[in-house]
């Protein structure tokens, strides 16, 4: 990764939601590349997930997983409606997220297809989910919104546990969307590492 971006030093991952184990399993996979990593509502370990394992996850699977993305479409508006609220509660989606996003493009078939990639690779059945995590050994900086019911804090204890060097802050007033509710507690999460 940093040849192909060009750093001379290992870098800081900042991640969110599911992009979390993503940087995990990369601090996991090559740790003389990551610095530190800053994960906001991550989720850290498989687990069972209803709403993604139910109406995203078969999506992944081939020819299946297209189809039902290309036919359910007016159903994938109201899914992105009802958890986009979910995911900025407690607090009102702000009229300027909604105005910087591109909701076709999140929504298309291609992406809920991604989306269901996603949801896959979460399942607690899935070897390929399970992750090392008492192997990574640089800074964490965990940043959770108090009021998330995207990712419930309960069931990051034993992961976070697992983490040598994590430090959780924990934002009042917030749930999933801390990164957009509070931008500054991850610049200086970022900057203090």
């Given at each position: ?106 929504i298309s078939a ?75 507690v991850v610049l ?6």
């Open positions: 990764m940093r040849a192909a971006l060009k750093l001379d030093a290992p870098a800081v991952l900042v991640a969110h939601s599911y992009g979390a184990m993503t940087a995990l399993a990369y601090a996991e996979q090559y740790p003389a590349e990551v610095k530190a990593l800053v994960l906001i509502a991550p989720i850290c370990m498989p687990e069972p997930r209803f709403v993604e394992h139910t109406y995203l996850a078969p999506r992944a699977f081939p020819v299946w997983g297209p189809w039902m993305s290309q036919t359910m479409g007016a159903m994938d508006h109201a899914f992105f409606d009802v958890v986009t609220h979910l995911m900025f509660a407690p607090r009102r989606v702000p009229d300027t997220w909604r105005t910087r996003i591109e909701r076709a493009r999140i291609d992406a809920m297809v991604s989306e269901g990639e996603d949801a896959s690779a979460i399942a607690p059945l899935n070897p390929s989910a399970h992750l090392q995590l008492t192997r990574i050994d640089c800074p964490i900086v965990v940043i959770i919104g108090d009021q998330d019911c995207i990712v419930r804090n309960e069931h990051q204890g034993l992961a976070l546990a697992a983490l040598k060097r994590a430090v959780v802050l924990r934002v009042p007033h917030t749930g999933h969307m801390t990164h957009e509710c509070a931008p500054h200086e999460a970022v900057a203090q590492i």
